[in-house]
Protein backbone atom coordinates (compact mmCIF):
# COMPACT_ATOMS: atom_id res chain seq x y z
CA UNK A 1 0.00 0.00 0.00
CA UNK A 2 1.07 3.26 -1.35
CA UNK A 3 1.85 5.72 1.62
CA UNK A 4 3.46 9.75 1.04
CA UNK A 5 4.35 11.69 3.89
CA UNK A 6 5.86 15.43 3.00
CA UNK A 7 7.91 17.34 5.22
CA UNK A 8 7.82 19.89 7.23
CA UNK A 9 4.20 20.39 7.68
CA UNK A 10 4.57 23.71 7.85
CA UNK A 11 6.84 26.61 6.17
CA UNK A 12 6.99 30.21 7.04
CA UNK A 13 9.56 32.30 4.85
CA UNK A 14 10.45 35.80 4.08
CA UNK A 15 9.43 37.30 0.41
CA UNK A 16 12.01 36.44 -1.92
CA UNK A 17 13.53 33.64 -0.16
CA UNK A 18 14.05 30.16 -2.07
CA UNK A 19 12.50 26.86 -0.63
CA UNK A 20 12.72 23.23 -0.65
CA UNK A 21 9.35 21.18 -0.17
CA UNK A 22 10.24 17.50 0.48
CA UNK A 23 7.71 14.51 -0.43
CA UNK A 24 8.68 11.16 0.38
CA UNK A 25 6.70 7.65 -1.05
CA UNK A 26 6.75 4.09 -0.13
CA UNK A 27 6.10 2.50 -3.28
CA UNK A 28 8.45 3.25 -6.17
CA UNK A 29 6.29 1.53 -9.04
CA UNK A 30 4.59 4.98 -9.71
CA UNK A 31 2.96 6.20 -12.65
CA UNK A 32 3.87 9.31 -11.98
CA UNK A 33 4.16 12.37 -9.01
CA UNK A 34 1.65 15.34 -8.92
CA UNK A 35 2.04 18.69 -6.93
CA UNK A 36 -1.13 20.42 -6.15
CA UNK A 37 -1.47 23.90 -4.54
CA UNK A 38 -4.55 24.44 -2.50
CA UNK A 39 -5.67 27.85 -1.05
CA UNK A 40 -7.59 28.42 1.81
CA UNK A 41 -11.71 27.22 1.63
CA UNK A 42 -10.46 26.09 -2.29
CA UNK A 43 -10.16 23.11 -4.33
CA UNK A 44 -6.67 21.67 -5.47
CA UNK A 45 -5.03 22.97 -8.23
CA UNK A 46 -2.13 21.00 -10.37
CA UNK A 47 0.70 22.22 -10.55
CA UNK A 48 3.14 20.02 -12.00
CA UNK A 49 2.97 16.32 -12.96
CA UNK A 50 6.40 14.29 -13.29
CA UNK A 51 6.30 10.93 -15.36
CA UNK A 52 7.26 8.43 -13.86
CA UNK A 53 10.58 8.19 -17.10
CA UNK A 54 11.13 11.64 -15.96
CA UNK A 55 13.67 13.52 -13.38
CA UNK A 56 12.08 17.03 -13.68
CA UNK A 57 9.56 19.45 -14.75
CA UNK A 58 9.72 23.39 -14.36
CA UNK A 59 6.93 25.49 -14.40
CA UNK A 60 7.91 29.44 -13.94
CA UNK A 61 9.35 29.98 -10.50
CA UNK A 62 8.65 25.88 -10.04
CA UNK A 63 10.71 23.20 -10.29
CA UNK A 64 9.77 19.52 -9.19
CA UNK A 65 12.67 16.76 -9.17
CA UNK A 66 11.94 12.92 -8.99
CA UNK A 67 13.73 10.45 -7.60
CA UNK A 68 12.11 6.70 -8.13
CA UNK A 69 14.69 4.76 -7.02
CA UNK A 70 14.95 7.19 -3.30
CA UNK A 71 11.35 7.59 -3.35
CA UNK A 72 11.57 10.99 -3.16
CA UNK A 73 10.27 14.29 -5.01
CA UNK A 74 11.32 17.41 -4.07
CA UNK A 75 9.37 20.82 -4.66
CA UNK A 76 11.75 23.96 -5.35
CA UNK A 77 10.04 27.27 -5.15
CA UNK A 78 12.63 30.10 -6.38
CA UNK A 79 12.27 33.85 -5.08
CA UNK A 80 9.29 33.27 -3.21
CA UNK A 81 6.30 36.09 -2.44
CA UNK A 82 3.48 36.18 -0.55
CA UNK A 83 1.25 35.13 -3.14
CA UNK A 84 2.91 31.77 -2.92
CA UNK A 85 1.52 30.93 0.43
CA UNK A 86 -0.71 28.11 0.54
CA UNK A 87 -0.75 24.55 0.86
CA UNK A 88 0.92 22.08 -0.88
CA UNK A 89 0.28 18.38 -1.63
CA UNK A 90 2.20 16.01 -3.51
CA UNK A 91 0.19 12.67 -4.84
CA UNK A 92 1.40 9.65 -6.19
CA UNK A 93 -0.06 7.42 -8.89
CA UNK A 94 0.56 3.87 -8.38
CA UNK A 95 -2.19 1.90 -10.48
CA UNK A 96 -5.51 3.06 -10.56
CA UNK A 97 -5.03 5.63 -8.08
CA UNK A 98 -3.83 9.01 -6.55
CA UNK A 99 -2.45 8.95 -2.97
CA UNK A 100 -1.87 12.17 -1.30
CA UNK A 101 0.73 13.61 1.26
CA UNK A 102 -0.80 15.40 4.25
CA UNK A 103 0.44 18.78 2.53
CA UNK A 104 3.31 21.62 3.74
CA UNK A 105 1.23 24.59 4.46
CA UNK A 106 3.32 27.62 3.48
CA UNK A 107 3.41 30.92 4.18
CA UNK A 108 5.31 33.94 2.91
CA UNK A 109 5.28 36.71 4.71
CA UNK A 110 5.87 40.47 3.10
CA UNK B 1 -15.84 27.41 -19.07
CA UNK B 2 -15.36 25.71 -15.34
CA UNK B 3 -13.58 22.26 -16.28
CA UNK B 4 -14.74 20.37 -13.39
CA UNK B 5 -18.23 21.88 -11.44
CA UNK B 6 -19.61 20.75 -8.38
CA UNK B 7 -22.67 21.57 -7.15
CA UNK B 8 -23.48 22.51 -4.01
CA UNK B 9 -20.44 24.30 -2.86
CA UNK B 10 -22.24 24.17 0.18
CA UNK B 11 -24.67 21.40 1.97
CA UNK B 12 -25.66 21.91 5.78
CA UNK B 13 -28.62 19.19 6.85
CA UNK B 14 -29.51 17.22 9.90
CA UNK B 15 -28.59 13.42 11.00
CA UNK B 16 -30.68 11.00 9.18
CA UNK B 17 -31.23 12.89 5.72
CA UNK B 18 -29.85 11.97 2.58
CA UNK B 19 -28.48 14.07 0.12
CA UNK B 20 -26.56 14.12 -3.38
CA UNK B 21 -23.55 16.25 -4.95
CA UNK B 22 -23.37 16.33 -8.37
CA UNK B 23 -19.80 16.77 -10.70
CA UNK B 24 -19.32 17.36 -13.97
CA UNK B 25 -16.45 17.82 -16.44
CA UNK B 26 -16.39 19.36 -19.46
CA UNK B 27 -12.27 18.48 -20.45
CA UNK B 28 -13.83 15.06 -22.55
CA UNK B 29 -11.98 13.34 -19.74
CA UNK B 30 -13.14 8.71 -19.56
CA UNK B 31 -12.35 9.18 -15.47
CA UNK B 32 -13.92 10.81 -12.97
CA UNK B 33 -13.06 10.18 -9.24
CA UNK B 34 -14.29 11.03 -5.72
CA UNK B 35 -12.02 12.25 -2.62
CA UNK B 36 -13.17 12.69 1.13
CA UNK B 37 -10.96 15.63 2.56
CA UNK B 38 -10.84 15.37 6.55
CA UNK B 39 -10.76 17.92 9.08
CA UNK B 40 -7.30 17.09 8.89
CA UNK B 41 -7.21 18.52 5.52
CA UNK B 42 -6.40 14.53 4.59
CA UNK B 43 -7.49 13.99 1.05
CA UNK B 44 -8.51 10.00 0.24
CA UNK B 45 -9.61 8.59 -2.41
CA UNK B 46 -13.28 6.94 -1.92
CA UNK B 47 -14.52 6.19 -5.66
CA UNK B 48 -13.15 6.10 -9.43
CA UNK B 49 -15.24 5.70 -12.78
CA UNK B 50 -13.81 4.87 -15.93
CA UNK B 51 -16.50 5.31 -18.82
CA UNK B 52 -18.81 4.85 -16.54
CA UNK B 53 -18.05 1.22 -14.90
CA UNK B 54 -16.38 1.58 -11.14
CA UNK B 55 -12.86 0.82 -11.10
CA UNK B 56 -12.20 1.99 -7.61
CA UNK B 57 -14.62 1.26 -4.46
CA UNK B 58 -12.23 1.98 -1.40
CA UNK B 59 -13.58 1.22 2.23
CA UNK B 60 -16.77 3.20 2.23
CA UNK B 61 -19.54 3.07 4.09
CA UNK B 62 -22.64 1.43 1.43
CA UNK B 63 -24.07 4.53 2.45
CA UNK B 64 -22.01 6.32 0.08
CA UNK B 65 -23.09 5.62 -3.74
CA UNK B 66 -22.13 6.69 -6.45
CA UNK B 67 -23.85 6.97 -9.85
CA UNK B 68 -22.50 8.10 -13.42
CA UNK B 69 -25.13 8.36 -15.79
CA UNK B 70 -21.94 9.34 -18.70
CA UNK B 71 -19.11 9.86 -18.87
CA UNK B 72 -19.07 13.83 -18.25
CA UNK B 73 -21.10 12.95 -14.74
CA UNK B 74 -20.34 11.58 -11.56
CA UNK B 75 -22.69 11.96 -8.55
CA UNK B 76 -22.69 10.92 -4.99
CA UNK B 77 -25.30 10.08 -2.99
CA UNK B 78 -24.76 9.70 0.87
CA UNK B 79 -28.15 8.12 2.67
CA UNK B 80 -28.87 8.46 6.55
CA UNK B 81 -25.96 10.96 6.77
CA UNK B 82 -23.97 10.75 9.99
CA UNK B 83 -21.53 13.81 12.41
CA UNK B 84 -19.02 11.64 10.69
CA UNK B 85 -19.93 12.56 6.81
CA UNK B 86 -19.01 16.16 7.91
CA UNK B 87 -16.00 17.18 5.56
CA UNK B 88 -14.62 18.42 1.91
CA UNK B 89 -15.55 16.64 -0.91
CA UNK B 90 -13.82 16.26 -4.15
CA UNK B 91 -14.77 15.79 -7.48
CA UNK B 92 -11.57 14.91 -9.82
CA UNK B 93 -11.41 13.95 -13.57
CA UNK B 94 -8.57 12.78 -15.70
CA UNK B 95 -7.78 10.83 -19.36
CA UNK B 96 -6.57 7.70 -18.11
CA UNK B 97 -6.63 5.97 -21.40
CA UNK B 98 -3.70 8.73 -22.55
CA UNK B 99 -1.08 6.30 -20.28
CA UNK B 100 -0.96 6.05 -16.68
CA UNK B 101 1.78 8.54 -16.47
CA UNK B 102 0.43 10.70 -18.48
CA UNK B 103 -2.63 10.45 -15.81
CA UNK B 104 -3.24 14.24 -14.76
CA UNK B 105 -6.17 14.75 -12.35
CA UNK B 106 -8.24 17.91 -12.47
CA UNK B 107 -10.34 18.53 -9.43
CA UNK B 108 -13.50 20.50 -8.72
CA UNK B 109 -13.76 23.31 -6.17
CA UNK B 110 -14.96 21.27 -3.70
CA UNK B 111 -18.12 20.68 -1.62
CA UNK B 112 -18.21 21.49 2.23
CA UNK B 113 -20.99 19.10 3.78
CA UNK B 114 -22.01 19.65 7.18
CA UNK B 115 -24.09 17.18 9.33
CA UNK B 116 -25.66 19.02 12.28
Known sequence: K??????PAALSVP????????????????????????????????????????????????????????????LYIAASQPGDSATYLCAATSGSRLTFGEGTQLTVNP | ???????????????????????????????????????????????????????INETVPNRFSPKSPDKAHLNLHI???????SAVYFCASSQWTSGPSYNEQFFGPGTRLTVL
Open chain 2, 1 to 55: DTAVSQTPKYLVTQMGNDKSIKCEQNLGHDTMYWYKQDSKKFLKIMFSYNNKELI
Open chain 1, 2 to 7: QEVTQI
Open chain 2, 79 to 85: NSLELGD
Open chain 1, 15 to 74: EGENLVLNCSFTDSAIYNLQWFRQDPGKGLTSLLLIQSSQREQTSGRLNASLDKSSGRST
